[in-house]
Nanobody
């Protein structure tokens, strides 16, 4: 069964860190571009960070530049999103998407595969 699974979300205090993981099963991520998106209550899903299949290009939303880092470990079939200096406005459900030899980091881009999401809550 082809599936993406996010993990690593949780409750963290402002200024804290989390590392999200996006792991594929049923297929390998080697030739897939990956995007991390997030959706807060009452808002549309927005891009956070994306990476090409060969890691030669990464994208970050202005709101997370300098705080978040995307990386991939194809040997583990996993893409990571390291999130530092978290703020309450980062609270959202975080989703990862995968697309073969492609990626899009804009609102409305539809990846071929999406995970179910992981909740990130930043609160004191």
């Amino acid at each position: 069964q082809v599936q993406l699974q996010e993990s690593g979300g949780g409750l963290v205090q402002p200024g804290g860190s989390l590392r999200l993981s996006c792991t594929a099963s049923g297929f390998t991520l080697d030739y897939y571009g990956i995007g991390w998106f997030r959706q807060a209550p009452g808002k549309e899903r927005e891009p956070v960070s994306c990476i090409t299949y060969n890691s030669d290009t990464t994208y970050y939303a202005d709101s997370v530049k300098g705080r978040f880092t995307i990386s991939r470990d194809n040997a583990k079939n996993t893409v990571y999103l390291q999130m530092n200096n978290l703020a309450p406005e980062d609270t959202a459900v975080y989703y990862c998407g995968a697309d073969h030899l492609a990626y899009g980091c804009y609102v409305g881009y539809e990846y071929a595969y999406w995970g179910q999401g992981t909740q990130v809550t930043v609160s004191s």
